[in-house]
């Protein structure tokens, strides 16, 4: 019995708990203050010039605006509801998580640090997944000299990347938009 006891323990002591086990993140409460009393910032565009989304099963999906300085994508023009951007399928590519750090180092570390603005998007908003935190991680780093963002997912978001997983043909026209959670700009016609 002393033997087993012993194995035991060994076993037990060597099993490395997980470090990312107790990792939760509620994409709400980011850049919220904790005093009350202290006024909230001014929300951040929507979009950003280099967008991460980590969905549901905790794989990233990176996708690039036209690099400008942030006004770009603006998105709070009309009462904060997101602009639709024509994002497509095919602007989007997975990153696994065993690349980030080298894909965010040949893509975004050689430019000028007006550009580096990042946002972090997630389907929910409480998300448990490590890749989430290793994003937050390396943009946290203050060598990579960004300004990021953490967001719920756009409408726009999720009808494109779920049409991209499932690898079915996708049309802007076709699909039913939500009027409350997008916005178009006004088609002008020639008279």
């Known amino acids: ?12 002591a060597c ?22 009393t ?3 910032p001014p929300p951040m565009p929507t979009y950003a010039p ?11 999906y990176y996708y690039q605006l036209q690099i400008g300085k942030p006004r770009c994508a603006s998105g709070i023009h ?8 024509g994002l497509q399928p095919q602007n989007i590519v997975q990153v696994p998580e065993a690349t ?4 965010i180092k040949s893509n975004l570390h050689w430019l000028n640090q007006d550009y580096k603005v990042i946002s972090i998007a997630s389907p929910v908003d409480t998300v448990k ?3 989430f935190k290793s994003l937050i991680e390396i943009f946290s780093d203050t060598t990579f000299h960004v300004r990021y963002s953490i967001r719920k997912t756009t409408q726009e978001e999720n009808v494109v990347l779920d049409h991209k997983v ?16 997008i916005s178009f700009l006004p088609k002008f016609t020639n008279l």
Do not use: H
């Open 1 to 12: 019995m002393k033997i087993l006891l012993f194995f035991c323990l060994i076993l037990t």
């Open 15 to 36: 099993i490395q708990p997980r470090k990312d086990k107790d990792f939760v993140f509620v994409v709400s409460t980011f850049n919220k203050p904790t005093d009350p």
């Open 38 to 40: 202290e006024p909230p």
């Open 50 to 60: 280099f967008n991460f989304i980590v969905d549901t099963s905790g794989l990233i």
């Open 78 to 85: 009309d009462n904060l509801t997101p602009p639709f951007i």
């Open 100 to 103: 980030l750090m080298q894909f």
């Open 129 to 131: 997944k490590a890749s």
């Open 166 to 181: 499932r690898e079915v043909y996708y049309d802007a026209d076709s699909q039913r938009w939500d009027s409350t959670r």
